[in-house]
């Protein structure tokens, strides 16, 4: 009895704290044999919720806690942050720290609007998400890398989803050509939750059609084929946040044929004939009137009256004429 004392005394000093120890024992109470269990140690895990939800132009806070294996890790570490899918999706942040430091530097950030909130050295991983937009909706994953004298590194696998709520937004309306020379008229519109569309038109007899169409994640569209009416046609975007409205307008020519057709065909060309002939004659006119004025310095009936007073002028002057009159 004594030795299986000090047996059990022995074996107290070398099992580490944290194990467990199982003794067996004969029915005379003398020891069998003793088998050791280390306690379960610390593993990896990671706790986010399950959804996180804000509004459109708003911020939104994806909250990342984890636990490791390594008591007192002080090595260099990095935090990241992804956006689709867990280990292959883009990455939208990530950040570094060296050794010994709680500063994560930011290496990226997608479109500067990410930020980390948490402390990866207290095992927070926290991110803010900045200027949301209806794009940015999506399940996120968060990681950390050790990378030091211990390499090891654990990524969420389920992530936490972002759900990014708006208010309708009309992004897009217009008619266009369809089958059999008809025209058809389109509507879309975004926003969380996918906003119903209708159309109406007082040539639908004021009587709106709700003719949703297939959407794309938070846009839906809506068709209204065969218009058959000119007119004005109206969409209404409507979800639990609010509405939204466009309107497009459809002017077809309506033609002539026969008789009435040449007629109109025939006066169309005599009236751009007259006016080509009238823009002639102006431009004739004031061609006339920008003429300059000559005057013509040798009129002949001038030139013989000047010669004859001239001459007289000079008879009447010159010695010789005198000495010969009577």
């Avoid at 939208?92 to 402390?119: D, I, K, M």
């Avoid at 990681?143 to 936490?160: C, K, N, Q, T």
């Avoid at 969380?192 to 209708?198: D, I, K, M």
Wanted: glycine share 8%; hydrophobic share 40%.
């Amino acid at each position: 009895m004594e030795a299986s004392i000090r047996l059990l005394a022995c074996l107290a000093c070398v099992i580490p704290m944290g194990s467990l120890v199982r003794t067996k024992r004969d029915t005379t109470g003398n020891v069998l044999n003793t088998e050791m269990h280390s306690a379960p140690a610390k593993r990896w895990s990671m706790q986010v919720p399950a959804e996180v939800s804000a509004a459109a132009g708003d911020a939104a806070v994806l909250s990342c806690t984890f636990t490791h294996p390594h008591r007192h890790y002080e090595g260099p570490l990095t935090a990241i942050w992804r956006v689709g899918e867990p280990y292959a999706g883009p990455q939208v942040f990530r950040c570094a720290a060296a050794r010994g430091s709680e500063l994560c530097q930011t290496a990226l950030s997608l479109h500067g609007r990410f930020r980390l909130l948490g402390n990866p050295r207290r095992n927070d991983l926290s991110l803010r998400v900045e200027r949301l937009t209806l794009a940015d909706a999506g399940r996120y994953f968060c990681r950390v890398e050790f990378a030091g004298d211990i390499h090891d590194r654990y990524e969420s696998r389920h992530g936490v989803r972002l759900r990014v709520t708006a208010a309708p937004r009309i992004v897009n309306i217009s008619v266009v050509p369809g089958p059999a020379h008809a025209f058809r008229a389109l509507c879309t519109a975004e926003g969380e939750p996918p906003p119903a569309l209708t159309w109406s038109s007082a040539a639908l007899g004021n009587i709106s059609a709700a003719l949703q169409g297939p959407g794309h994640g938070y846009q839906v569209t809506a068709e209204l084929p065969a218009l058959s009416r000119d007119g004005r046609y109206t969409c209404t975007a409507a979800n639990n946040l609010g509405r939204a409205e466009a309107s497009v307008y459809l002017f077809r020519f309506h033609g002539t044929s026969g008789a009435s057709a040449i007629a109109l065909l025939l006066g169309a060309l005599g009236l751009k004939a007259l006016l080509l002939l009238g823009a002639l004659a102006a431009g004739a006119a004031r061609r006339r009137l920008e003429l300059p004025v000559t005057q013509d310095t040798h009129p002949w009936p001038h030139a013989q009256e000047s010669s004859y007073e001239n001459l007289g002028q000079m008879n009447s002057r010159s010695p010789q004429s005198a000495a010969c009159s009577p």
